[in-house]
């Protein structure tokens, strides 16, 4: 019996041993659990926060304008909302309305008697910083979003030609000449010698009559080119419009919103090409009109900036008459056996008249007004879709030189090599500053996305390419995280 009892008491002290060590191990246990939930719970609220702001902000821009994508292949969010003006606080309140739904257990479904939310997460404040608007830096935003959509559309051959082109058209000097100012300063020139008396005899004197070689090319001119190089000139569009209201007519009044993002680098010489692409792809212009636009020879407006297409497009004719004029002056004092033709009918105007003197005067007429009939029917052959090379040469040539007395409107034609009317257009946006051009591009993209269902306000300077923003979740537990995320396209 005694060994029995010993042997219960030390079992007894062996058994409260072991409740005391568990019961130590256990507070420390539990303990440490309580403070790995604590940590996961910290850690989780923070990895949820980012979560929901990233989910957040792209949910915001994947409310980008359909019309800019079906229309100009551009992603960017329209911060009006159809409404009448943009406002950044619009889309912080769809941002808000994002982030609180995201971190509500409302929409848990699945057992939801079950579910207890351990989070505790809502939102206290959300701001957007800063925003990159496609207007800033004069289009400089829309600027890069447009040579990238070309970028893979575009081969560099269009690049290199433009750029040949270039050096022909510097080189030659073909932008820097007037055709139509040297003629009116001959014409001036030779009405000098013609309202001069002349000396008959010793007491008689008399007032010769001096022909003036461009009267003829002159007359065409003051009737209006128009008429002259299209085929049908009641077909021409008369669409019009005020140019206030838009984006152009706003910067200039200084109506225009602006982002906070620092202005990014201008355009590289091949991105500056591309911006060029993408203007002849997304804008129509005479030959190829583009549906549904306000106004139909937009590419025209981009280089010419009136409200009215017809003036646009004779504002237009005028240049090319100016290249071809200068390049066919180029051509004409180079060819020996036209020259030799000038010389020749030259001498007889001046021996007509007795005033051998006039001979390089009539000369520089006869040149300049073969050179301007010739330009006529070379943008008569542009209009018709035809093609006409910078410099010409003996087989390009169209009147002979006894056509400036009497001018007869010969049919264009419709094909022929060298460079087309698209590709001179190339020439003149290029030595256009970019920054116009964007801004009366933005122009065209107002009017034409106003005349669609739900856009009557719709404004570039409220469009969103970038931005910050910045969220403040509390949690029940007593837990704050400030998060703040950039998102762009």
């Known amino acids: 019996m005694m060994n029995v009892r010993r042997k219960g008491r030390e079992a007894g002290r062996f058994q409260g041993y072991l409740t005391v060590y568990a019961a130590l191990t256990l507070t420390v246990m539990i303990s440490l659990c309580l403070a790995l939930t604590e940590g996961v719970r910290r850690h989780t609220i923070a990895f949820e926060t980012e979560c929901v702001m990233d989910i957040g902000l792209d949910s915001v821009l994947a409310e980008y304008h359909r019309m800019l994508l079906e229309r100009y292949g551009l992603f960017m969010v329209d911060t009006s909302y159809g409404t009448d003006y943009p406002s950044y606080h619009i889309t912080e309140q769809h941002l808000t309305n994002y982030l609180t739904r995201n971190l509500s257990s409302e929409d848990c479904s699945v057992l939801p008697f079950l579910y207890r939310d351990l989070l505790g997460m809502e939102i206290q404040d959300v701001q957007i910083l800063k925003v990159a608007l496609a207007t800033d830096d004069g289009g400089r935003v829309f ?45 001036a020139e030779l009405r000098r010698y013609e309202e001069a008396d002349r000396p008959l005899g010793e007491e008689e004197w008399i007032k010769v009559e001096i022909p003036d070689p461009t009267e003829a090319v002159q007359a065409l001119r003051r009737e209006g080119i128009l008429k002259w190089v299209v085929e049908d000139i009641s077909q021409l569009s008369e669409a019009a419009t005020g140019t206030d209201q838009y984006i152009s007519g706003r910067s200039a009044r200084g109506e225009v919103n602006y982002g906070n993002y620092p202005s990014g ?55 090319l008459l100016g290249v071809r004029g200068a390049a066919n002056v180029i051509y004409l004092l180079q060819d020996e056996g036209k020259r030799a033709q000038v010389e020749v009918l030259a001498a007889a105007l001046s021996g007509v008249i007795a005033q051998p003197e006039l001979q390089p ?9 073969w050179a301007y009939l ?14 006409v090379n910078l410099l010409k040469e003996e ?12 001018p007869q409107r010969d049919t264009a034609r419709e094909k022929g090599t060298g460079l087309s009317y698209e590709d001179y257009l190339r020439i003149f946006l290029y030595v256009q500053p970019p920054e116009l051009l964007t801004m009366r591009f933005m ?47």
């Open 361 to 369: 005067v009539f000369e520089t007429a006869l040149i300049l007004a």
């Open 443 to 489: 122009d065209l993209m107002e009017m034409d996305i106003r005349k669609t269902p739900g856009n009557d306000c719709f404004r570039m300077d409220g469009c969103i390419d970038r931005l910050e923003a910045e969220a403040v979740v509390r949690s029940g537990y007593g837990y704050n995280v400030t998060i703040r995320r950039e998102k762009t396209y």
């Open 374 to 387: 010739e330009s006529l029917y070379d943008v008569r052959t542009l209009f018709a879709g035809g093609r």
């Open 395 to 406: 087989g390009d040539w169209h009147y002979s030189l006894t056509g400036i007395w009497s």
């Open 143 to 187: 600027q890069r979003r447009a040579a990238e959509c070309m970028r893979s559309r575009v081969g560099l051959e269009v690049v290199e030609k433009l750029l040949e082109w270039m050096e022909t058209v510097d080189g030659q000097g073909l932008l820097a000449e007037d055709i139509e100012d040297q003629m009116d300063r001959v014409s």
């Open 265 to 319: 680098e201008r355009l590289g010489l091949t991105d500056n090409i591309l911006l060029l692409e993408y203007f002849l792809n997304y804008a129509g212009r005479y030959g190829k009109i583009r549906e549904d636009s306000l106004l139909q020879y937009q590419v025209e407006y981009l280089l010419c900036g009136n409200g009215a297409d017809i003036v646009n497009l004779r504002h237009t004719a005028n240049l």
